[in-house]
């Protein structure tokens, strides 16, 4: 017998979940599961007047709920983005509630992985889940917070049988900080074009998500400086004032490197060329002997190409930047 509960989803992002900083060179995100404690009946929130979501990372490095954060929910394999399930905490924390409603069957088998419950972070209608595996939207441009990742762009999952689910960060990436503060867009690539933003196919393997197949991905990464208008530009670090931004990227191997190019703000661009760099599973190496910038020759853009984008919009880029 199908019918529709009003649940609410009680998160706590736990202990093993906590971004911590250590020495070195790597900021690394432990896995902190958000679990859920409790189901009870609730009104449903309505979809429409969703909020933009927005888990960040707090001072002592620890990932936050923050007002408004919503997920994609599924009960086994769902037609279409699943539930919408919405925050209802009014401040920043490590402990939240989600509300909303959501198709389930009674009687669950246990045991049977096709009747699990699937969440996703961050809400998306591209988002889908076919009961073994969910197909996830990742961002072409991220707009950076200072010392923070993005809006909705440190994606994270999980599933369980029951109203207990413990949330795992899908992704890792850098941090960084510049030396100049004309920079209004900077963009990762691959030297040997490895996807990196767009729908992936994403499963638990050995019990943490990962990314198993791409499918209509993009080669360039994106990334915006805060704010909520155009031409804004990154925070130039000083002796005594250094910001830190994140840029969140598909974990692999770029065996050959990557390039980071910088868009300025004067019509001028410039390329860093990287080595061999390893992204793994919820942890950012933090670049801290350099600024990202470190040595860059600017130089005015070729005749007829313009800066990709600048419009505070995110999703999926889909065109303009340099021809690669």
């Known amino acids: 017998m199908r019918k529709y509960l009003a649940l609410c989803f009680c998160a706590l992002l736990a202990l093993a979940s906590c971004t911590q900083e250590i020495e070195g060179d790597v900021l690394d995100a432990k896995d902190q599961a958000r679990q859920t404690l409790q189901a009870v009946t609730l009104?449903?929130?309505?979809?429409?007047?969703?909020?933009?979501?927005?888990?960040?990372?707090?001072?002592?490095?620890?990932?936050?709920?923050?007002?408004?954060?919503?997920?994609n929910l599924f009960y086994g394999a769902s037609e279409g983005p699943g539930s919408y399930f919405v925050a209802e905490n009014t401040v920043a924390t490590n402990i939240t509630k989600f509300r909303g409603y959501i198709e389930v069957v009674t009687g669950i088998v246990e045991g049977s992985t096709d009747l699990l419950f699937w969440g996703i972070y961050p809400y998306n209608e591209g988002n889908s889940c076919n009961g073994t595996s969910a197909t996830i939207q990742l961002q072409q441009v991220q707009r950076s917070g200072e010392n923070s990742w993005g809006e909705g762009a440190l994606v994270s999952l999980g599933r369980s049988q029951g109203l207990a689910m413990g949330f795992y960060n899908l992704l890792g990436g850098i941090a960084f900080y510049v030396t100049d503060d004309n920079i209004e867009e900077i963009v990762f690539r691959g030297k040997d074009s490895e996807p990196v933003a767009g729908p992936v196919t994403v499963s638990f393997v050995d019990n943490v998500p990962a990314i198993t197949s791409y499918q209509d991905t993009a080669a360039d990464l994106h990334l915006l400086p805060p704010g909520e208008y155009q031409n804004e530009t990154?925070?130039?670090?000083?002796?005594?004032?250094?910001?830190?931004?994140?840029?969140?990227?598909?974990?692999?191997?770029?065996?050959?490197?990557?390039?980071?190019?910088?868009?300025?703000?004067?019509?001028?661009?410039?390329?860093?060329?990287?080595?061999?760099?390893?992204?793994?599973?919820?942890?950012?190496?933090?670049?801290?002997?350099?600024?990202?910038?470190?040595?860059?020759?600017?130089?005015?853009?070729?005749?007829?190409?313009?800066i990709g984008t600048n419009d505070a919009t995110g999703g999926i880029y889909d065109g303009g930047g340099v021809d690669w």
């Open 43 to 71: 009104d449903a929130y309505d979809a429409d007047a969703a909020l933009a979501t927005k888990t960040e990372r707090a001072e002592n490095g620890s990932v936050l709920w923050t007002p408004g954060d919503a997920i």
């Open 234 to 306: 990154f925070k130039k670090t000083t002796p005594t004032d250094t910001t830190w931004y994140f840029m969140v990227i598909p974990p692999r191997v770029y065996t050959n490197g990557h390039t980071v190019t910088f868009y300025k703000n004067d019509g001028t661009y410039g390329v860093r060329e990287f080595g061999k760099r390893t992204v793994t599973r919820n942890n950012f190496t933090r670049i801290r002997s350099t600024p990202l910038n470190n040595g860059v020759e600017f130089v005015p853009l070729p005749s007829g190409l313009k």
